[in-house]
């Protein structure tokens, strides 16, 4: 079993920037690979970024490739998704999730364990 937890959620404004953490409990964590997705109101759920259980490897969505960049320590069970250039239309509830293994996942049913989500908003 894992349990997730996000934090690092806010009020930035447009072209600010965030860093978002997922603490994960669990003793075998560094053996799963974690992914970032968002919600806005009214919209599905999607994917924005995975990191495999390394660290070596990442796999970003093209709506936040080359402003946002997921990053792991194993050590601390945490990963983080740091989110520079903000816009409003990132604004959205942030959850990580986590899975046994190292692959691309981008899809919901990819991943076994969620956490509860955190709020980003950007204002314009």
């Known amino acids: 079993q894992v349990q997730l937890v996000e934090s690092g959620g806010g009020l930035v404004q447009a072209g600010g920037s965030l860093r978002l953490s997922c603490a994960a409990s669990?003793?075998?964590?560094?053996?799963?690979?974690v992914g970032w997705f968002r919600q806005a109101p009214g919209k599905e759920r999607e994917f924005v970024a995975v990191i495999n259980w390394t660290g070596g490897s990442t796999y970003y969505a093209d709506s936040v490739k080359g402003r946002y960049t997921i990053s792991r320590d194993n050590a601390k069970n945490t990963v983080y998704l740091t989110m520079n250039s903000l816009e409003p239309e990132d604004s959205a509830v942030y959850y990580c999730?986590?899975?046994?293994?190292?692959?691309?996942?981008?899809?919901?049913?990819?991943?076994?364990?969620w956490g509860q989500g955190t709020q980003v908003t950007v204002s314009s």
């Open positions: 999730a986590a899975r046994h293994g190292s692959g691309r996942y981008s899809r919901i049913s990819d991943y076994d364990y």
């Open positions: 669990g003793r075998t964590f560094s053996r799963y690979a």
